[in-house]
């Protein structure tokens, strides 16, 4: 054990790692307890705080934020399995997404969640088809709305343009006949989701409040109760040089000033703010060790065990610019950097560097360096498979004991699903072999 290395809740980081192996994900519950407390004691008691599975859909962490008080927003078969597992609620869990199963419907029906978040007047008629057929006198739904006001400050807007998901507004003005002749399915509100990523906020307040009126003005022209209104999340957190994170307490007093009038005005109305980057990304660090440490043209590489395959956001795919996920030495955490290294995983493509020029203290093959903020969209929204690595261990550190969350992949589990075909003698001079005899 080294005396400078990072410890999570005491434990030192190479005890986990020798635990567990590298690379691996190791998540402190702390961390999710008090980001978790603190936004959900500081805003509107009418406002629920939902896990958006999408960002983190480990069991474990649903679990432990579902005990903390959290609802569920999940989008997949999967998904709702996890949250029955995790033990949340179906009353406080929704089913989003814009190209829903037959299977997932019926599955929704069957498991008597908050609402089915319907994004096409052909979903509700199929949900309506299926809800008969199951004997259902009344299955819950909200409408996603597609509002045709501008989006402020998004890193990823979801309004404004054509998109796969929801209904345009100016659609839904126009669908009462479709809503009125619904016998099964009860609409019960409207769901929001205006990007990701919002770091100002003034923006956040700002969609809140046109949100939130946008559903008074839906309700009134479609005739539908205002019992449920998901006005999104999108909750920024700063991962790269010249980011603030949020300014939570600005935020929250200014969600509440929008809420408290709605409120009033519409009591008994359940209002959901569904947050996954934020709930979970700080309390998450990506483990890899370092293999080797060399120089190509005057530049100090560092080559890890772990890459793009497990984290795809941090390496920056899909960015037109590589901007770089905060990278410490794990095992020299208390010293100072003494030159920059551009840190890489171990795939055979270009692509896969986690960190240029990083910043770093002397770094040694056998080191062990942390991609910090890596809680939300790590292996849920990378290629685990290329190259047939298979996806990494996950450790929740829980009152000082550390769990294993999930079993790295192993190499005889990739390859179980495979079938290789009995293709028969082998060819002679580009002919087939012959037949084998029966």
Known sequence: MNAGELRVQGIPVSH???EFGT???VYDADVLHEVYRTLR?????AVDVFLSLKANPNVAIAGYLGSLGAGAE?????????VRRAGIAPENVIFLGPGKTRAELEACVAAGLHAVVCESLDELRALEEIAAEAGREEVPVLLRVNPDFHTKGSGLAMSGKPRQFGIDAELLRRSRPVIDGLRRVKVRGFHAYMGTRFLNAEDLVHNTRQILALAEELSQTLGVPLETVDFGGGFGVAYFDNEKDLDLAATVAGINEVVEP???AHPGCRLINELGRYLTALAGTY??????VKESLGERFVVADG????HMAAVGVGSFVKRNFPIRSLTRH???PEGVYTVTGPLCTPNDVIGRKVPLPPVAAGDLLGVERSGAYGPTASPGLFLSHGFPAEVLVHRGTAHLVRERDHQEELLAKQRLVDFGPPAVNGLPGPAAEE
Do not use: C, K, W
């Open 307 to 310: 890459g793009t395959n497990h």
């Open 16 to 18: 986990i790692a020798e």
């Open 334 to 336: 208390g010293q100072e």
């Open 262 to 264: 709605f409120v009033r």
């Open 287 to 292: 483990v890899v060790r370092a293999l080797y």
């Open 23 to 25: 690379p691996l994900f």
């Open 74 to 82: 999940i989008s997949s078969l999967v998904e709702l399995m996890t």
């Open 41 to 45: 004691d500081g805003l509107h008691p």
